[in-house]
């Protein structure tokens, strides 16, 4: 553990001189992190029984190679693969979706609420009486009370987050471009973050989109009482949850508990983005 964090640190360092005359991407293309190379990893064949993947008390790393995709009721000719739930005490549910051509999602179990985020292809979402179709890096937020579905004539990669809806607000229909929404100042934080829902009472998580350039890292070693479930959509650097470091890389997904100590640091020449579910508006007392 410590010569992992010796490197990290040598890396980090010699990164220095040149980060700021890096530039940020303008645009991010995720289509490789469901193509059906991405879950061999290493080569296995030679590793017989081994995964990357870790699970503890209050976090666990799901990487490629372990993603198990099957049918669920709700999505027609599409699988899933869950890789965070309420089984492990997380107040929500994280999955990939992978949509064939002429595939459809129905609306989340009654009182629960749904927000896509498009990793590849095109669908057509409709929310009540609105529809709107996504493009990759599109993203949609559908409340708990609206009747709704997604469809996909030819076919999508999809990262979905869902959860019963915690307040009593009244959110609305939401969907946008990522790269639309404004970099948001962060104290103290050098990455640039954007949130894709309004910071306002009436909705009671977020979704963070956050960029870092190589080299570039949290600052505040964080140690708070939200959840969170995360995807490296591109790039790879090295991940502390609670005493231990990870080197992790697109395609992993991450699930850390309250009060589990976290950290991350971009590593490598690819500028580094992730998303990021986080509960807000929750009361810690009754979160």
Same mark, same amino acid.
């Given at each position: 553990?410590?010569?992992?964090?010796?490197?990290? #640190?040598?890396?980090? #360092?010699?990164?220095?001189?040149?980060?700021?005359?890096?530039?940020?991407?303008?645009?991010?293309?995720?289509?490789?992190?469901?193509?059906? =190379?991405?879950?061999? =990893?290493?080569?296995?064949?030679? #590793?017989?029984?081994?995964?990357?993947?870790?699970?503890?008390?209050?976090?666990?790393?799901?990487?490629?190679?372990?993603?198990?995709?099957? =049918?669920?009721?709700?999505?027609?000719?599409?699988?899933?693969?869950?890789?965070?739930?309420?089984?492990?005490?997380?107040?929500?549910?994280?999955?990939?979706?992978?949509?064939?051509?002429?595939?459809?999602?129905?609306?989340?179990?009654?009182?629960?609420?749904?927000?896509?985020?498009?990793?590849?292809?095109?669908?057509?979402?409709?929310?009540?009486?609105?529809?709107?179709?996504?493009?990759?890096?599109?993203?949609?937020?559908?409340?708990?009370?609206?009747?709704?579905?997604?469809?996909?004539?030819?076919?999508?990669?999809?990262?979905?987050?869902?959860?019963?809806?915690?307040?009593?607000?009244?959110?609305?229909?939401?969907?946008?471009?990522?790269?639309?929404?404004?970099?948001?100042?962060?104290?103290?934080?050098?990455?640039?973050?954007?949130?894709?829902?309004?910071?306002?009472?009436?909705?009671?998580?977020?979704?963070?989109?956050?960029?870092?350039?190589? =080299?570039?890292?949290?600052?505040?070693?964080?140690?708070?009482?939200?959840?969170?479930?995360?995807?490296?959509?591109?790039?790879?650097?090295?991940?502390? #949850?609670?005493?231990?470091?990870?080197?992790?890389?697109?395609?992993?997904?991450?699930?850390?508990?309250?009060?589990?100590?976290?950290?991350?640091?971009?590593?490598?020449?690819?500028?580094?983005?992730?998303?990021?579910?986080?509960?807000?508006?929750?009361?810690?007392?009754?979160?």
């Amino acid at each position: 553990m410590a010569s992992l964090r010796g490197l990290a #640190l040598t890396i980090l #360092l010699s990164a220095a001189p040149w980060l700021a005359e890096a530039e940020r991407q303008s645009s991010w293309q995720y289509g490789n992190l469901l193509a059906s =190379g991405r879950f061999s =990893g290493i080569s296995f064949d030679d #590793l017989p029984g081994f995964t990357r993947s870790v699970y503890e008390r209050n976090y666990a790393l799901v990487t490629p190679e372990s993603f198990v995709f099957a =049918g669920n009721p709700l999505w027609s000719n599409a699988t899933t693969a869950h890789l965070i739930s309420p089984a492990v005490g997380a107040n929500f549910a994280m999955a990939l979706v992978t949509m064939k051509p002429h595939s459809s999602g129905a609306r989340p179990p009654e009182g629960h609420e749904r927000f896509v985020f498009v990793l590849d292809g095109l669908v057509e979402v409709t929310a009540g009486s609105e529809t709107a179709t996504l493009h990759a890096d599109d993203f949609a937020y559908f409340p708990a009370h609206l009747k709704s579905s997604i469809k996909s004539a030819a076919g999508a990669g999809l990262l979905v987050f869902e959860r019963r809806y915690a307040v009593k607000g009244k959110p609305v229909f939401l969907h946008g471009h990522t790269q639309e929404q404004a970099v948001l100042p962060v104290d103290g934080e050098v990455f640039a973050l954007r949130k894709l829902l309004p910071q306002t009472g009436d909705y009671d998580f977020n979704v963070h989109v956050m960029d870092f350039l190589p =080299g570039q890292h949290l600052n505040v070693k964080e140690v708070h009482y939200n959840q969170h479930g995360l995807l490296l959509l591109q790039g790879k650097g090295i991940y502390r #949850l609670g005493n231990d470091w990870y080197p992790v890389q697109a395609g992993d997904a991450i699930w850390m508990a309250p009060f589990v100590p976290q950290w991350y640091a971009a590593l490598g020449t690819q500028e580094s983005r992730y998303i990021l579910y986080k509960d807000t508006i929750v009361d810690p007392l009754h979160g």
